[in-house]
């Protein structure tokens, strides 16, 4: 289509519920925990119970119903045992984990308290942890099934890229105590 941005161009493309439906029950197979253990949930679990926060799913309740616009420890996804990726937030993972390795670079260079380049370290070794072990999943399964599982994911990205995601209603309450 000829534009300079791909977000312009996803602005057209919609994936149909059913591609959608496919695909999450393909991959709420092949989701994990923090420490890359098998965490498989239900199709319905992995839309109704969990919200997609920007390196993988959240089940943590608060942040759920935020629609991922309230996380407690602001988005150290990995080490959070609500923490729930799936292989179509791997590209997300190893491009965060690069983000962080940049931005230890810098705390190094502004001799940043050790504290400061000790947790960007963990969570670095953390993300890189939970991508090697998926991968290391989906390099076991039959060619057939990766094949499936890699244009699930490539759906599931779609669909999160178009930002079409809604919002649970919050209780509001009064300030007064009323």
């Given at each position: 289509?000829?534009?300079?941005?791909?977000?312009?161009?996803?602005?057209?493309?919609?994936?149909?519920?059913?591609?959608?439906?496919?695909?999450?029950?393909?991959?709420?197979?092949?989701?994990i925990d923090r420490h890359g253990s098998s965490a498989?949930?239900?199709?319905?679990?992995?839309?109704?119970?969990?919200?997609?926060?920007?390196?993988?799913?959240?089940?943590?309740?608060?942040?759920?119903?935020?629609?991922?616009?309230?996380?407690?420890?602001?988005?150290?996804?990995?080490?959070?045992?609500?923490?729930?990726?799936?292989?179509?937030?791997?590209?997300?993972?190893?491009?965060?984990?690069?983000?962080?390795?940049?931005?230890?670079?810098?705390?190094?260079?502004?001799?940043?308290?050790?504290?400061?380049?000790?947790?960007?370290?963990?969570?670095?070794?953390?993300?890189?942890?939970?991508?090697?072990?998926?991968?290391?999943?989906?390099?076991?399964?039959?060619?057939?099934?990766?094949?499936?599982?890699?244009?699930?994911?490539?759906?599931?990205?779609?669909?999160?890229?178009?930002?079409?995601?809604?919002?649970?209603?919050?209780?509001?309450?009064?300030?007064?105590?009323?």
């Open positions: 289509m000829d534009h300079d941005d791909p977000k312009t161009t996803m602005g057209y493309y919609r994936v149909s519920f059913e591609r959608k439906r496919q695909a999450v029950k393909t991959l709420s197979l092949m989701v498989p949930c239900s199709s319905r679990a992995y839309e109704q119970r969990s919200v997609a926060v920007p390196f993988g799913g959240c089940t943590e309740p608060s942040n759920v119903k935020a629609g991922g616009q309230s996380c407690p420890i602001r988005f150290q996804c990995s080490g959070c045992g609500f923490y729930r990726p799936d292989p179509s937030y791997l590209p997300a993972i190893e491009d965060h984990a690069n983000s962080l390795r940049a931005d230890r670079e810098r705390a190094m260079a502004m001799d940043a308290a050790g504290f400061v380049i000790d947790n960007l370290t963990a969570q670095i070794t953390s993300y890189e942890d939970v991508a090697t072990k998926m991968r290391k999943r989906m390099a076991a399964l039959p060619e057939d099934e990766r094949s499936e599982l890699e244009d699930a994911a490539a759906v599931l990205r779609r669909v999160r890229a178009g930002g079409d995601h809604k919002l649970l209603p919050l209780t509001e309450v009064s300030k007064t105590g009323k």
